[in-house]
Nanobody, 124 residues
Framework: QVQLVESGGGLVQAGDSLRLSCAASGGTFRYYTIGWFRQAPGREREFVGACEYIFGTCNVDTSVKGRFTISRDNANSSGYLQMDSLEPEDTADYLC?????????????????WGQGTQVAVSS
């Protein structure tokens, strides 16, 4: 069973950047698809991006494409979400998740393990 711990959230101004990290332990990281989701108060959990483990392909949702970049470092059992040009609408709790399924998964139901989340707040 893998444990995930997110870090790097905080309060920033619109236009700023943040880099979120997801540290994994307790499992073989390179055999998990890693995903990032976000959830704002009163809203459903939303897919942000994922890196699958078979070919190492990474992709982000069209809503953040051009501003967010997702990556993974198997040697350090870590995943990353680089967020640039942040907007107030990006304010949410950001969660890292791991899936034993290959391919670029986008549904929360496809992910077996979840971190506790890190909060991101963007002021205008």
């Amino acid at each position: 069973q893998v444990q995930l711990v997110e870090s790097g959230g905080g309060l920033v101004q619109a236009g700023d950047s943040l880099r979120l990290s997801c540290a994994a332990s307790g499992g073989t990281f390179r055999y998990y698809t890693i995903g990032w989701f976000r959830q704002a108060p009163g809203r459903e959990r939303e897919f942000v991006g994922a890196c699958e483990y078979i070919f190492g392909t990474c992709n982000v949702d069209t809503s953040v494409k051009g501003r967010f970049t997702i990556s993974r470092d198997n040697a350090n059992s870590s995943g990353y979400l680089q967020m640039d040009s942040l907007e107030p609408e990006d304010t949410a709790d950001y969660l890292c998740a791991a899936s034993t399924q290959g391919g670029l998964r986008i549904s929360p139901g496809d992910f077996n393990y979840w971190g506790q989340g890190t909060q991101v707040a963007v002021s205008s």
